[in-house]
Structure formats: C-alpha cells, structure tokens
C-alpha cells in the first residue's frame, strides 16, 4: 500500500483537532469553562483585536531583544569558551550545570533589579535562551574536524583566515540548532515572566483573564502565542536551510535515498 | 640503467627534496619520544616515490615535515633549495587521507580555495580551477558538493585542489586508503596519468604494497618507530605502466622484497 504523503496527513490532523475543538465543548463532553469553542474564541479575539494586537507587540519587542542578547552573548561567550583550551576546562562544565537549573526562580530577583516592565522580561528571557547558544556555539567550535584546520594550513591560511573560512562555516550548522533552541527558549521566557509579574504583552493577559475565569479570551491569548511561535520557528527553519545549504543538501539526500529495508520488517542486528 | 641515469640527472640539478639526517623527538607524557631517527633521502625532480612503513613509523610526520606543517628537532629538509619553514602552497601541495574537502563549498570552490586565500578575482580563479577539473576528469561536476561526490571523486577534487597553484612538489599522504580496492587501482592508474602531464615531484605513503610497486619510481621502506629508513627500492619497470605489469615476476620480487624488509624490521 502506498503511504500517504505526509503534508496532507499533518495538515489534516490540524484541521481534526480544530473541528474537535469546536464540537468538544458544543456536545457538553468538556464544560465551555475547560474548553471554550473554537467559535467564540475567535469571536472575542476579533472583538478585543486592537487590545491583543497591542499586547503582542509588547511582547514582540521583548521577544526580539531576548534574542539579541541571548545569541550575541550566547555567540561570543561560546566562541571564546569553545575556542579557548583553559577557559573550555574551566568554565564549560559549569555553564553546563547551570543550564540544568531552573532559571525562573530567580526571575523575582530580575523584577526587583529592573522593575516589572518590558526591561525585566528581557533581562530574564535573554539570559534563558543564552546557554543552548553559547553550549552549541562552544561544541560546534571544539567538534571541528582538525583535518579541515591542517588542510586549510598547508595551502597557506593565515589564522584570521582559519577563523573565517573554516571555523565560522565548519561551526555553524551547530550553532544554528543552537540558535533555533536559544530563540524558542527566549519567546518561553518572555511568556512565562509575563505571566509571572507584568503590566503588558500576551502572558499579561492570559494571566489576567485566567484569574477573572474569562475562558474564551484566555485562549485567545493562548492562540496568539501560538502562532507566534509556530511563525518562529517557520521562519528560523527557512534561514537555517538557507544559511547552511550544504547540510540541509546531505540530510535531504540521506532522506531521498532508498531504504532496504521493507516497512514493517523486522531491523536486522546492528552488525 | 635508465633509473641510474636519472639519479645522476637529478642529482646535478640539485635535488627537489633533500632530507639530511632528520631526527625528531616530541614531548610524550613519559618524556620524550623518539619518532624519526637519522633519515635521509635525497628526491630528484619530477620522480615520483613511495614511502612504505609499518603504522606509526613517523611517515606522516615526515611528510607534514615536508610540507612545513610540523617541525622538527634535528638535521635539514630543503624542498627545491630552501628550508620549508611553514607551509608554502606555491612550492609544495599537500593531499590528505580523508579528501578533507570542504563540505560547505562547492567542487569549484573547494579547488579554489588555495587562490582565495590570496584574494585572487572570481574570473581568475574560475580560469585556473577550470583546467583543473578537466584534468582529474570531473568536467560538469564544478557546481556540486563533496556529499554529492563518490569517494574517488572527492579524491579527484583533492588532487585538483592541490594542483591548482601549480607547486613543483606534490605530498600526498594515504590519498586512497579510504577508496574500495577498484577504486583505489583506478584512482592510481589516473594520478598516473596526471602525474606524467604536470612533472610534478610526488611523494606518496601507502600502506599498500601493490599500489607501491605499481606508483612508484623508488620506494623507500620505514621501520617502526624509531622511523629509519631501511630499505631504498629502485622500481625499474616501464612506463607507462599498465595493470598487465602486476602480473609480472619483477612485479612480484619487488613487492616481495618490500614485504620481507618490513616483516624483518618487526
């Protein structure tokens, strides 16, 4: 049997679960509490458009500036740390540890440092979405195949020309995933330090609405966010793919290329 | 015989690889580590050599030595008149196990990027790397990857990359060991064919008798470490040399008399 191509299988999971989340609450299976319809969340987003668009461009501009931060920082701390033997021993397994905690708690301290305004969130957010940067910026530097290094030495690369035309291209399909994970983590971090303390953005009216038990707006709130991570990640993908043509060029193939083995088929032993 | 005449030829132009009594020791953890003891060779120009040897003889070091990539603690290496303090693209062209191409770069760019590395223009460097790619036989794959390349075709790009600014010397460390066998003998049958176009001097290492006898004009046979040389090997088959020759009983005294000198040496 043939498998069905599977863009017309994802997108037709979406449209079942949007047409679940209409009918759900409409036959009385969840109470409209749990779950308002589909329907009347869209309508209150249409109603408070002008007050959700405003809110998402606050968290927006704190979303975009998280990620300044978060991969210039994260960009250079990685290269220094990855490209320097000393610094690499010294600090990679702590900022490894430190990657493992839960950096929310300390967002109380940001609001006392910056206030509750945009300048805490971005604070916070930039700082969360730094270590996946920094981590995969140090590990593509260090992963580098030495081979490139001695190759590019014998046709007489200075090491400013190293830097530039080896390590930097050798480096950044790494740095990529990196940056795509350090990005989400930012977009999270803003939404979550809105919810937690804030005046404004997306997270702000979630939260607000939740406590009033305004369902419908509160996913539309939720909608929002969404989308904009949907958007970011669509769009950080195009990038990736543009940026770093060889790779995505090798794992297209790798994909293309007949498999041997039957679907279903028992795999062999690893040999 | 004819290889006599040409040493002596060789000799008095002046020798394209000259290594005096090299030795080296580098800094192991329980002290230092003695890798090339007293070796010497003397290349003429335009031969090509084979360097054979047990794994971990020193003759990779003793190649990057050559290609100014790695230094060492005693006696002299001239490469065409002059020390080979660093490496020197324009004197000596360096090709490595793995092809080392790239993977982020084109066939066109790979090749070219000796030439970018000096700021050459976009046109010039196409008007060199184009020669290039027709020479190794890969005319129409200028545009694609190294990963949509076959292993002997990546080879092929290797070899054009170090051939582009034209050095004299050509290094080339375990080119094929990475390429199945039949690819290996057409791979070497082709860097037969370029070689006698460009007159450029090869030293080749292999681990491979069979390609040894087959590539080369001399052989010189290493010890394990230590790396000495212990055996100087005269090939004195014709040329062009054909797979027919393998056959051959002088074909197979010569790889005989390499695989005795380094089972002896164990």
Redesign the interface.
């Known amino acids: 049997m043939r498998r069905p191509d599977p863009k017309i299988v994802r997108w037709g999971i979406l449209i079942a679960l949007l047409v679940a989340w209409e009918l759900v609450p409409m036959t009385g299976l969840l109470p409209e509490l749990f779950l308002p319809r589909l329907s009347k969340t869209l309508t209150v987003l249409w109603i408070d458009l002008d007050k959700y668009w405003a809110a998402l461009l606050v968290t927006l501009y704190e979303v975009v500036l998280a990620m300044v931060i978060a991969c210039g920082l994260g960009i250079v701390a990685g290269a220094t740390i990855g490209g320097i033997a000393v610094l690499r021993d010294l600090l990679l397994p702590v900022f490894s540890s430190l990657y493992a905690v839960p950096i929310v708690i300390l967002y109380p301290i940001f609001t006392a440092w910056f206030g509750i305004g945009s300048q805490s969130k971005v604070m916070f957010a930039g700082i969360y979405g730094f270590f996946p940067v920094m981590l995969s910026t140090a590990a593509g530097i260090r992963t580098i195949d030495p081979q490139f290094l001695l190759a590019a030495r014998s046709m007489g690369a200075t090491v400013t020309q190293q830097i530039t035309k080896v390590i930097i291209p050798a480096s950044l399909p790494t740095v990529f995933g990196g940056l795509r994970l350090g990005g989400a983590l930012a977009i999270i971090g803003v939404i979550v330090a809105e919810m937690l303390t804030a005046s404004a953005g997306i997270g702000y009216l979630v939260t607000l609405n939740r406590t009033i038990l305004d369902s419908p707006r509160v996913f539309a709130g939720i909608l929002c966010i969404l989308v904009l991570s949907v958007a970011y990640d669509i769009i950080a993908r195009r990038l990736e793919r543009r940026m770093v043509v060889w790779q995505s060029a090798g794992r297209r193939q790798q994909q293309a290329s007949p498999r041997p083995i039957a679907q279903g088929a028992p795999a062999p032993a690893a040999a | 015989m004819q290889y006599v005449a040409d040493m002596k030829a060789a000799q008095t132009a002046g020798a394209a690889i000259d290594i005096d009594r090299v030795s080296h020791v580098y800094a192991g953890p329980e002290g230092g580590v003695q890798a090339l003891s007293d070796v010497s060779m003397k290349v003429g120009a335009g031969r090509f050599i084979v360097i054979v040897g047990p794994s971990g003889c020193g003759k990779t070091s003793l190649l990057m030595m050559m290609?100014g990539?790695r230094d060492h603690t005693e006696g002299r290496i001239h490469v065409h008149g002059a020390p080979i303090p660093k490496?020197?693209?324009e004197r000596?062209?360096?090709i490595?196990q793995?092809a080392?191409l790239?993977?982020?770069?084109t066939t066109f760019d790979n090749i070219e990027?000796?030439l970018?590395?000096?700021g050459m223009s976009r046109e010039e460097r196409r008007r060199r790397s184009e020669p290039m790619l027709s020479l190794v036989g890969l005319t129409g794959f200028g545009e694609r990857?190294?990963?949509?390349l076959s292993g002997g075709m990546k080879q092929r790009v290797s070899i054009a990359?170090g051939l582009v600014q034209d050095p004299p010397v050509l290094l080339m460390d375990e080119p094929f060991a990475a390429l199945d066998e039949q690819t290996r003998m057409t791979m070497g049958h082709e860097l037969l064919r370029i070689w006698s176009t460009t007159n450029k001097t090869v030293v080749f290492i292999t681990h491979s008798l069979t390609e040894a006898v087959y590539l080369a004009d001399e052989v010189y046979v290493m010890s394990p470490r230590p790396g000495r040389m212990i055996d100087h090997i005269m090939v004195d088959l014709p040329r062009p040399r054909t797979y027919e020759m393998m056959a051959t009983d002088t074909f197979g005294r010569l790889r005989d008399r390499i695989w005795q000198q380094i089972r002896k040496s164990h």
């Open positions: 290609a990539l490496p020197d693209p000596v062209g360096v490595f793995e080392s790239f993977p982020w770069l990027f000796p970018s590395l000096r990857y190294p990963h949509e990359r």
